[in-house]
Each structure stands twice: as C-alpha cells, then as structure tokens.
C-alpha cells in the first residue's frame, strides 16, 4: 500500500511538471525576448505574430484535444506528445526562420494543447477519488509551479554563464528545455497508466460527436466553465498589479519586478497545494464551496483595491491587498479543474469536458489584455486602474453565482455515486 501510495505521487508529480513546463518553450517570449530579436534575427512585431499564432490554434485544440484524452491511452499520448515537443525544440534551437517558426508554433499547440492540455488533467484527476479531486488538482497546479520555476531560474542561470553576445547562449537554453521534455516523455511511458478505456458499446458510437453534445447538455458543464471564466479573468488582471503599484504609488520598477515574481512564480507553487490542503482539512471538504468562499474575500479585496486607488494611503496595503487576492486566484486555479470531478462528470466523458471547459473558461485571454491595455493608454491610470477592479469585481461575483448553483447540483448527487481511483493507477 505504501508503495503504491508512492508511485501514486510520483506519477502525479510527472504529469504536473510535463503539463507546466510543456509549454515554455512556446512561450520562450516571457523570458527571452530580447534574446530572440538578437539572435534569432526577429523583430518584436514578428515575435508578437509568432506568439499570437500558437494562441489562435490553442483556441481550437481546446475541444479536440479533450475528446482525445478520452479516446486514447494517457501513457501512449503523453509520452509521444513530450518527445514530440523536445524534438520540436531542437529544430527550434537551429534559429530557423519565420515561417518555419510559425509552423513550430502550431506544431507546438498540437502537441501541448491538443495531446497534452486535456489527458494531463484527466490523467492527474483518475488518480484520486471524487472526495480526492480537491487535493489532486491543488497539488498539480502547485507542482506545475515548481516545475516551471524550477527550470526556468536553472536555463538563466545557464544563459547567464555566456557571454551575452554568444549566440549559442539562448541555443543551450532551448536545448535544456527540449531534453528535459524528452527526458519526460519517457518518464511517462512508465509511470502513467493508459487510463479509463470504454467499452465496446461506447467505442463503437459516434464517440466525438454524441459526446460533445452530452457535455453541452449537462448544466455542470457551463457552470464550471463560467467559474474557471470568472477566475481567470481575475488571473489576467493579476498581471497587471506590478504596473498598478508602479503607476499610482510610485514604486520602483525592480521593486514591481520582485513583486510580479512573487505573486506569478513564488504564489503558483504554494497556493495550489494550500488550496488543496483547505479542501481536505476544513468542514467543507468541497473544492467548488472553497472557490466560493475564496471569490467572496476576493470580492472584498477588490473592492477596497477600488477605494484605495481613489484616495491611493499605504503602498503596504495596496501590497498586502494584491498578495491576497494573488493567494485567492492561485488556490482557486488549483482548485477550478476539480470541480468537474467533485460533480461525478462520467469518467468516458470527463476529457471532453475538460476540453470544452477550457475554450470557454479561457476566454479572457482574447478580451481582458486589449480592454485593460486601452484603459491604460485612452485613461487617466487611476480611472484606469478602477475600472479594472471593477471588471474584477464583476468576475469575482461570477465565481460566487456559478458555484452556488453547482453546490445545487452537487447536493442532488447521492453520496453513493462516488467514484473510486481507477485500476492500476
């Protein structure tokens, strides 16, 4: 039992970091920009295309790639996708040019989201029970952040040991990243189990089509979707605290980068498995009445964020103020996926509906970053930065609708329709 309980974590810990750090190589932007315009021989506007055309297909991989995770085995699809993504990387790493790096892009939206987005969650959700999906999904999102930082601060340091005008510099970084994911890849095919499997009645239907439309039937399913919408809208507007404490209190521009780092690295590791720890140790026991009680304090924090930029007091109440609402969101983001399991979605449907969750719930990423980005420039910063709490604000009631009514639903379960962790996982 022990060392099953082991390999049980172990084997959670792989999919995590494999899902988290699967995609840093497509977002090689955050980090390296410069580097890429230097080396690369890019400009930033042609950076901006190459970016914007991995978001634009992950948009349409969201779906597919769900029905995937249902239809496939875990093992065989995440260990292709990993090895597939790090061999990507290497022709990444001849500097190649832009329309070979387009094509990379959507090759690297096809391996992360379409074979990787969706099984990597259900992999991670069949690990547990329906009472376990709190603590899962709070850890995975907290070990998704300690992967991510973890080689993320180990590739600058290994860019840091070049001189800075040594090409190969951002060369051994994307090197690193691509053996890694192989490295994973194969970790994957003998760690991770193939999964729940249908049986011949179900694998013999119009699988994609009847199943996607008995997801879009089921209420549970857009409730989760508008609770996963609501926190990530608060999410994105997260990113901007560091040009907040910048433009209205007038703190340093190091000072806001430490501040970014803290809230978009340090918080993402910790907050996850806190989030997690709530569901298992408090009354509740409930990830979905945790994201409420977490969107009701983040209501509060938002809006005394909202007085506070009226009449701007104390940068070290603005500060602790944003650090709470940074602790809500990341607890919540743990927690958002497993709500789909507390609600007993039906394991040969659960990959589609993580799939369908997650082109609606990430929908801000198309609308907030314009919105927020034409206050700034068409506004004064502090009208600016209020009309950004209030849109938080707006989300943050959102969260606290869609879960009350998936509590309703999740009242109606009977207790007895629990689901146990699936053989040999």
């Not at 790090?86 to 379409?114: D, H, K």
């Not at 070990?143 to 951002?170: I, Y």
């Not at 926190?231 to 430490?258: D, H, P, Q, W």
């Given at each position: 039992m022990q060392t099953q309980n082991i390999t049980r974590w172990l084997t959670l810990a792989v999919i995590s970091i494999s899902g988290g750090i699967s995609f840093d190589l497509a977002y090689l932007r955050y980090i390296y920009q410069i580097p890429m315009a230097k080396f690369m021989g890019f400009s930033n506007t042609e950076i901006g295309i190459i970016m914007s055309t991995f978001g634009i297909t992950a948009i349409l991989l969201y779906a597919p790639g769900g029905i995937i995770s249902d239809k496939f085995s875990h093992r065989?699809?995440?260990?292709?996708?990993?090895?597939?993504?790090?061999?990507?990387?290497?022709?990444?790493?001849?500097?190649?040019?832009?329309?070979?790096?387009?094509?990379?892009?959507?090759?690297?939206?096809?391996?992360?989201?379409?074979?990787?987005?969706?099984?990597?969650?259900?992999?991670?959700?069949?690990?547990?029970?329906?009472?376990?999906?709190?603590?899962?999904?709070?850890?995975?999102?907290?070990?998704?952040?300690?992967?991510?930082?973890?080689?993320?601060?180990?590739?600058?340091?290994?860019?840091?040991?070049?001189?800075?005008?040594?090409?190969?510099?951002?060369?051994?970084?994307?090197?690193?990243?691509?053996?890694?994911?192989?490295?994973?890849?194969?970790?994957?095919?003998?760690?991770?189990?193939?999964?729940?499997?249908?049986?011949?009645?179900?694998?013999?239907?119009?699988?994609?089509?009847?199943?996607?439309?008995?997801?879009?039937?089921?209420?549970?399913?857009?409730?989760?979707?508008?609770?996963?919408?609501?926190?990530?809208?608060?999410?994105?507007?997260?990113?901007?605290?560091?040009?907040?404490?910048?433009?209205?209190?007038?703190?340093?521009?190091?000072?806001?980068?430490?501040?970014?780092?803290?809230?978009?690295?340090?918080?993402?590791?910790i907050c996850g498995p806190l989030g997690g720890m709530v569901t298992s140790y408090s009354r509740w026991r409930s990830p979905t009445r945790v994201i409420q009680f977490f969107a009701a304090i983040c209501l509060v924090v938002v809006a005394l964020l909202y007085m506070v930029t009226r009449t701007p007091v104390s940068l070290a109440l603005a500060i602790g103020l944003i650090l709470l609402m940074g602790f809500t969101c990341y607890a919540s983001r743990g927690l958002y996926f497993a709500c789909i399991g507390e609600v007993n979605t039906p394991k040969q449907i659960l990959g589609t509906t993580i799939g369908i969750c997650s082109v609606i719930g990430f929908l801000p990423d198309v609308f907030v970053y314009p919105i927020v980005g034409y206050w700034q420039d068409a506004l004064p910063p502090a009208l600016a930065y209020r009309n950004m709490w209030v849109m938080g604000g707006i989300a943050s009631l959102m969260v606290l609708l869609f879960t009350a009514l998936l509590m309703g639903q999740i009242k109606r379960i009977s207790p007895a329709a629990s689901t146990a962790p699936v053989k040999g996982v």
């Open positions: 065989k699809v995440m260990s292709g996708a990993m090895i597939a993504t790090g061999l990507l990387g290497a022709v990444m790493a001849t500097y190649p040019p832009l329309w070979a790096m387009l094509l990379i892009q959507v090759a690297f939206a096809i391996t992360t989201i379409l074979l990787l987005w969706a099984v990597s969650i259900k992999a991670a959700s069949l690990l547990g029970t329906r009472d376990e999906q709190g603590k899962i999904m709070g850890w995975m999102e907290g070990l998704r952040g300690v992967g991510v930082m973890g080689l993320a601060l180990f590739t600058v340091w290994v860019f840091a040991q070049f001189h800075p005008d040594d090409p190969n510099s951002l060369k051994a970084v994307i090197l690193i990243y691509s053996g890694t994911y192989i490295a994973l890849g194969i970790a994957c095919w003998f760690l991770v189990s193939d999964g729940f499997v249908p049986d011949e009645q179900e694998e013999t239907s119009a699988f994609s089509l009847q199943h996607a439309l008995q997801v879009l039937k089921m209420p549970t399913t857009w409730y989760c979707s508008m609770i996963i919408f609501g926190v990530y809208t608060i999410y994105a507007i997260l990113s901007y605290s560091t040009n907040y404490l910048s433009e209205i209190y007038g703190m340093s521009l190091v000072a806001a980068s430490y501040m970014g780092i803290i809230i978009n690295k340090v918080f993402r590791a």
